[in-house]
């Protein structure tokens, strides 16, 4: 993969993580924000995913919906981790919060992509 095509994914991932955790930090102290945990969660991914859309311009169709998938589950995958680490989620969420906020990655991805007006040549 050319390091052009890398770091609006890897960008998008970390800074969807980081979203992620705080969520989930702040969800393990505050039960109306834990109580928000599936949405926000999918939003979240959604976000990474319109994020690396959106920076990747001459991406196909299929790259940006790729890479919003890895950039939404990333942080998904990983938010998960840490939310059951503390006990507030059971393990089985694992593959739901990972896989919702992959597939909201993919319509982001998708979404960005169009929204950055530019195809692949």
């Known amino acids: ?65 790729g890479g919003g998938a890895v950039a939404g589950g990333v942080g998904g995958l990983i938010g998960t981790i840490v939310s059951h ?5 059971p393990v089985s969420t694992l593959a739901i919060g990972t896989g919702a906020s992959a597939g909201a990655g993919i319509l982001g991805g998708l979404i960005g992509k169009y929204l950055g007006g530019r195809s692949a040549g």
């Not at 039960?31 to 991914?45: D, R």
């Not at 680490?85 to 989620?89: C, I, N, T």
């Open 1 to 65: 993969m050319p390091q052009t095509a890398s770091k609006p994914l890897m960008t998008s991932a970390v800074l969807g993580t980081i979203l992620q955790l705080i969520m989930v930090v702040v969800g393990h102290y505050v039960p109306q924000v834990a109580s928000l945990f599936p949405v926000a969660g999918t939003a979240i991914g959604g976000v990474a995913g319109l994020l690396n859309g959106l920076w990747s311009p001459n991406a196909s169709p299929q790259n940006a919906a």
């Open 85 to 89: 680490l503390l006990g507030d989620v």
